[in-house]
């Protein structure tokens, strides 16, 4: 099993930016895809971005597109989230998650059911 931790959340003012990362541990395996996921309470969880671990694909929800910038370092083993152009409906909960079926590709990328791992989950709020 896979321990997946974020870190980098915290208060932040329309406009501004931060940067988000998620360290992996405790699996010898790389995963095949690793996501950014949001939640606010109420509400389901939702895709934010998805990055293919070895050939670096990414892929983006609408709403961030062009803001956010998802990348991955192998050798430190970390996935991170660089968020600019914060707007406060960006206020969440961000989580990290994991996917290692590589026989999927990148099918269901953008849908939870596809990643084995999550992480805690790191409060972001934007907010004047």
């Known amino acids: 099993q896979v321990q997946l931790v974020e870190s980098g959340g915290g208060l932040v003012q329309p406009g501004g930016s931060l940067n988000l990362s998620c360290a992996t541990s405790?699996?010898?395996?790389?995963?095949?895809?690793m996501g950014w996921f949001r939640q606010t309470p109420g509400k389901e969880r939702e895709f934010v971005a998805s990055?293919?671990?070895?050939?670096?694909?990414?892929d983006y929800a609408d709403s961030v597109k062009g803001r956010f910038t998802i990348s991955r370092d192998n050798a430190k083993n970390t996935v991170s989230l660089q968020m600019n152009s914060l707007k406060p409906e960006d206020t969440a909960v961000y989580y990290c998650?994991?996917?290692?079926?590589?026989?999927?590709?990148?099918?269901?990328?953008?849908?939870?059911?596809?990643?084995?791992?999550w992480g805690q989950g790191t409060q972001v709020t934007v907010s004047s």
């Open positions: 998650a994991a996917a290692f079926k590589s026989f999927l590709g990148t099918l269901y990328s953008r849908s939870r059911v596809r990643y084995e791992s």
């Open positions: 405790g699996r010898t395996l790389s995963p095949y895809l």
């Open positions: 990055i293919v671990w070895s050939g670096g694909s990414t």
